[in-house]
């Protein structure tokens, strides 16, 4: 073909004409699959570049963002993180960028996956109502984020508005049994953590970098509890993780995992066996391991606070057959212990005073094994904490059955628990307390804060001790 009848066509709108100069042809044409968070479009099975036609709607829409709180998001497509883009090196992509009528902004898309000025942001710029259509030929193979780029562009990401695109490399990624798609971002809301109602977008703390809530997919517990992601033992995963920001850099970990192998901030080369990978803001990366030992494998952000009090943390819930060879099930890893080490009570010191006798001896006793062992979690007044850990001061839970509460020091506790109406949905690992501390730290909490009083001696812990341990629904104890 004439290098100026091509130009000619380039000019007259077939610009899929002008890419086949370029590199391998462009061949058919096809509507991308698109999903939502945590589900991810299949692999791509084409040896050849196509022309892909991605339809993707903005959209703001008021949801949760933890329990009793909800946000209006801005999305790209319902919800957040916004839909999961697959393509291949070399495709052709034609992006058309619906606004919902019902929106109160304009928006637009900057892809960074796209070589050409402001990722597409200029070109797709769209008012309520409006479709904007722009082309760009996928150059390089990576995980990408998107998001939108309008101004105040802080905000419309703030609000929800990412997402990612992986541009496959030629010949595809290798074979893997799950794939999951994990975005973390955090959320700058007028009231703190766990404040209920309706929270708006605060500016102030989203410029001071102050982040109420950090997240995994959009929501406090997207991915906890009946919304686990799932596997089985023997089977190798592949998380897709970006990170939204719009300010923080995510110290992105499994507690219990090794990164087999990591494509650090999404570009294909591989680094191999890492405990813990850096995700900048606005990048990726994808990590594969296999799942070995049956449990339960938190996602967290290591900066730790960001997990366990702002809601950075998911989980995968792996079924199978043990493996004492690679896992004896006695030590915990499940979960990271903040402060002081709460849970690892290897060795208690030894006293020299002799073990408690009495219920008062327990009491004073306890008091030491409780700020040791729990107030970690439970709080330095057992008073807990909003929608992570349920308190021990006057908790109905705990008061209702003496039984029970050694159960849960004894195995640890998983799965959804209601203490003073409202549910809790996290995991407390077994404590490896010896018989008279368990006794005396149950006491001591039985003696304060107005609740019930009942004395927990150490014969009555190694009574429960030989009981086999109550169902729980993610293998905390195990
Ligand atoms: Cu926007």
């Not at 090196?89 to 109160?104: A, F, I, K, T």
């Not at 990722?119 to 984020?145: E, I, M, R």
């Not at 001061?393 to 628990?417: C, M, P, T, Y």
Request: overall charge negative; proline content about 7%; hydrophobic content about 40%.
């Amino acid at each position: 073909m004439p290098a100026r009848f091509v130009l000619a066509l380039c000019i007259f709108s077939l610009p899929a004409l002008c890419f086949a100069q370029a590199g391998p042809e462009i061949q058919g044409e096809e509507t991308a699959v698109l999903t939502d968070a945590p589900n991810v479009p299949p692999p791509i099975t084409r040896d050849h570049p196509t022309k892909v036609i991605v339809h993707l709607e903005t959209k703001e829409v008021t949801t949760r963002l933890a329990d009793g709180v909800d946000y209006t998001f801005w999305t790209f497509g319902g919800q957040v993180p916004g839909k999961f883009i697959r393509v291949r090196v070399g495709d052709y992509v034609e992006m058309h960028l619906g606004n919902h009528p019902e929106s109160r902004f304009p928006h637009n898309i900057d892809l960074h996956g796209v070589t050409g000025p402001g990722g597409g942001a200029a070109a797709s710029v769209t008012a309520p109502g409006q479709t904007s259509v722009f082309a760009f030929k996928a150059l390089n193979p990576g995980l990408y984020v998107y998001h939108c780029a309008t101004a105040p562009v802080g905000m419309h990401v703030a609000n929800g508005m990412y997402g990612l695109i992986l541009v496959e490399p030629e010949g595809g990624l290798p074979k893997v049994d799950r794939e999951y798609y994990v975005m973390q971002s955090e959320f700058y809301t007028a009231g703190g953590f766990g404040e209920t109602g309706h929270q708006g977008f605060s500016m102030e703390k989203a410029l001071r970098e102050q982040a109420d809530y950090v997240v995994f997919n959009g929501a406090v517990g997207a991915l906890m509890g009946d919304h686990a992601m799932k596997g089985n033992v023997g089977e190798t995963i592949r998380l897709f993780v970006g990170n939204g920001g719009p300010n923080l850099v995510s110290s992105f970990h499994v507690i219990g995992e090794i990164f087999d192998r990591v494509y650090a901030e999404g570009s294909f080369d591989i680094e191999t066996n890492l405990q813990t990978t850096l995700i900048p803001a606005g990048g990726s990366a994808i990590a594969e391991f296999k799942l070995d030992v049956p449990g339960t494998y938190l996602l967290v952000d290591h900066s730790i606070f960001r997990a366990f009090n702002k809601g950075a943390l998911a989980q995968i819930k792996a079924d199978g057959p043990t493996n004492v060879a690679i896992y004896s099930g006695k030590l915990m890893e499940h979960v990271y212990q903040p402060e002081g080490g709460a849970v690892q009570v290897v060795a208690t010191p030894r006293r020299a005073a002799p073990p408690a006798q009495t219920k008062q001896q327990r009491v004073e006793a306890g008091r030491r094994v409780f700020q040791q062992n729990c107030a970690a979690c439970h709080q330095a007044e057992g008073q807990g904490l909003a929608n992570v850990f349920p308190p021990l001061a006057g908790s109905d839970f705990l008061n209702a059955d003496k039984q029970r509460a050694i159960g849960v020091v004894l195995h640890g506790l998983s799965g959804e628990v209601t203490v003073n109406g409202a549910k809790f949905n996290n995991v407390m690992p077994a404590l490896r307390l010896e018989d008279p501390d368990v006794a005396s730290a149950l006491t001591y909490i039985y003696s304060q804060w107005k609740n019930a009083g009942h004395d927990v001696t150490p014969a009555d812990v190694a009574a429960a001790r030989k009981l086999p341990a109550p169902e729980q629904a993610p293998a905390a104890g195990h």
